[in-house]
């Protein structure tokens, strides 16, 4: 996804009061292909989704009606209950697990946490990092995706290749 011009946005938001701008306070941000607004104020990264749904309900001609308005998180940080990751074995042997970078050199980025992932999926990212590197990844596979995510029993789990 191209990122919008800090102009454009400026000239389209819909919420033009709302502060435009924030201190991304992930280490990450800028290289890191997680997530793409972190720098940008939490009302306006929800303003711009929400253009871009209404958007794209346009281009494939839905009713805006069905629409909802995006009801924001309590917390600005800690929310998200699920990370989709890259994991991928380097020539060195070096598993990688994380984010594939943004342009113009893209790789998988080592993360060992996500400031809006539950801090239980970030503090099981060195664990499953670990568990990859020792056989987890199987040799067959170079890449994988992984998913981790909070189940409802409220521990952080990852799937691995192979899982069903």
Do not use: W
Not at 96 to 121: E, H
Not at 149 to 162: C, D, H, K, L, T
Request: proline share 9%; glycine share 8%.
């Amino acid at each position: 996804m191209t990122r919008p011009s800090l102009e454009l946005l400026a000239e389209t938001s819909p919420r033009s009061n709302v502060q435009e701008f924030a201190s991304p306070t992930c280490q990450y941000f800028g290289e890191c292909g997680g997530c793409q607004f972190q720098d940008l104020a939490y009302l306006k990264q929800l303003a711009l989704k929400e253009d871009r749904l209404r958007q794209l309900f346009r281009e494939a001609e839905l009713s805006p009606a069905l629409l909802q308005p995006i009801t924001p998180s309590p917390k600005l940080y800690g929310y998200r209950h699920r990370l989709d990751l890259t994991a991928k074995r380097m020539h060195s042997g070096e598993i990688r697990l994380g984010f594939v970078t943004v342009l113009p050199k893209r790789y998988v980025m080592n993360i060992d946490q996500c400031p809006i992932a539950d801090p239980r999926i970030s503090a099981l990212l060195p664990t499953l990092r670990e568990k990859l590197a020792q056989g987890g990844l199987p040799p067959a596979y170079r890449q994988a995706n992984i998913t981790v995510r909070v189940g409802e029993e409220g521990q952080a789990r990852g799937s691995q290749p192979g899982d069903a």
